[in-house]
């Protein structure tokens, strides 16, 4: 008999799986070094901080006010630097509330001293020790409420802002006072900011603008004219942008209240 191939065929077994050896997982490491980028712009702002006690120390409180201002600008980059690379970390996180610290605290404090509390002797540096403390304070409960808080506002002054109120003052009279009758008031320079900075008194936070939307023609010409005044009268710009922020959330209550007020006309 002739087999012609149609009949049974016997089945192929089929292939065995092949199990791949499992590869233990090891655990990462943390990530050792730090961000450089962001790291130098807060050892700039600590180092303005230093260079500002260093001066007032010497009596140069025309040197000494204006590295405050320095010392403001770049804490606004360094976090804006780390948010855009992608550099963010709790390292920078506390690098930059240690650099806050001198710069917003210590160096404030001792230029308002030399500049015009020590003719009032303890009552002058006790006041002056208040407001670091209170930046102090300030600062460990912003990044205890980090994660947490509106992002449209601060609780508490700001201590940027609060040590822009000393900064401006003394830069816009840098003779200084010695007399005990004209160093008096000068107490609430540093006892203010200070209060503000532990209260929970909210301050309009600026992080929130959204600078890459379009915005009006007539933005770019108002701050072209904000920059002309600061260029030829910075002592008062900076005065009054200091003071006024100072006094901004009163302003805010006090816009809101009109608001809220019925019309005298469409009433009853």
């Known amino acids: ?41 807060t050892l700039a702002n600590m180092f303005c901080g230093y260079a500002c006690v260093v001066y007032a120390m010497r009596g140069e409180y025309a040197v000494a006010a204006p590295l405050i201002g320095i010392a403001v600008v770049l804490d606004m980059l360094d976090g804006r630097i ?92 840098p003779a200084g006072f010695s007399e005990i009758h004209f160093a008096v008031p000068l107490v609430l320079l540093v006892v203010v900011p200070a209060a503000l900075m532990v209260s929970t008194i909210r301050f309009r936070s600026f992080k929130s ?22 260029v030829t009268r910075p002592e008062e710009v900076l005065v009054i942008l200091a003071y006024g922020y100072l006094i901004s959330p009163l302003i805010g209550a006090a816009v809101a209240r009109m608001r809220r007020r019925p019309d005298p006309a469409t009433a009853g």
């Open 1 to 41: 008999m002739i087999d012609h191939g149609y009949g049974p065929r016997p089945l192929k077994p089929a292939p065995e799986p092949t199990i791949e050896p499992a590869v233990a997982s090891v655990p990462r490491r943390p990530r050792r070094g730090i961000s450089v980028l962001p790291s130098l712009f």
């Open 82 to 173: 780390a948010r855009m690379t992608g550099t963010a970390s709790e390292f920078g996180v506390q690098f930059d509330s240690m650099a806050d610290v001198i710069s917003f605290g210590m160096a404030p404090a001792i230029l308002a001293f030399a500049w015009g509390l020590s003719a009032l002797g303890r009552l002058g540096w006790a006041a002056a020790f208040l407001f670091v403390t209170a930046a102090a304070l300030r600062l460990a409960r912003f990044n205890v409420q980090a994660g947490s808080a509106d992002k449209r506002y601060f609780v508490g002054m700001p201590s940027p802002a609060a040590a822009g109120v000393v900064a401006a003052t003394v830069f816009a009279y």
């Open 209 to 230: 603008i959204d600078t890459q939307s379009r915005h009006p023609f007539r933005l770019l010409i108002l701050f072209a004219v904000f920059i002309t005044a600061l």
